[in-house]
């Protein structure tokens, strides 16, 4: 009695084409995965220089959902920091609070959400370093929808006014 193996190829090839024929018997058809990618559009992107010791930062932008279904702001990440969150910066009976949005933030279709100071913004804990006014700082925006994004901050100075328009635009 002989044995016969498959090459590794063979195997996924037969694998692939037994699966493509008991979807077309069934009469389905695989859906294409749909991009998302151009859906949320990122201007605007900045931060603000930390003193020289500072352990926080945080980020800035615009972002506007292009597509025709409402989606969110689930994650964000920061090549500068150990770890960054979406925060919500509210006035509650006098006092300035500051705390994690666990559910992110929704953007619906054709609706622009600003993330400021004083707003909604980007928490950036646990600097490697200090940020310096001029440098590009990059991270990753997640959205439930359309996936990772990219993003890359253009850092100001300390105090200094926020760019106005024309920064950066990604999809």
Request: no cysteine.
């Amino acid at each position: 009695m002989r044995t016969h193996f498959l090459p590794t190829n063979a195997i996924l090839t037969t694998l692939m084409t037994a699966a493509a024929l008991t979807l077309a018997a069934y009469g389905a058809e695989p859906s294409p995965q749909a991009d998302h990618s151009a859906t949320m559009v990122i201007d605007n992107a900045w931060s603000r220089a930390t003193p020289g010791g500072a352990t926080v930062g945080a980020g800035y932008f615009t972002v506007t959902n292009k597509g025709t279904a409402p989606d969110r702001l689930i994650g964000v990440t920061s090549a500068v920091a150990d770890h960054a969150e979406v925060h919500e910066m509210s006035m509650r009976n006098g006092v300035m609070t500051m705390r994690p949005l666990a559910q992110g933030i929704e953007i619906k279709p054709g609706e622009t959400v600003q993330l400021t100071p004083g707003g909604n913004h980007v928490m950036m804990f646990g600097l490697k370093h200090s940020l310096k006014a001029g440098e590009k700082v990059k991270g990753t925006l997640t959205f439930e929808k359309a996936g990772t994004v990219n993003i890359e901050y253009a850092v100001q100075g300390i105090g200094g006014p926020p760019p106005h328009g024309g920064g950066m635009h990604m999809h």
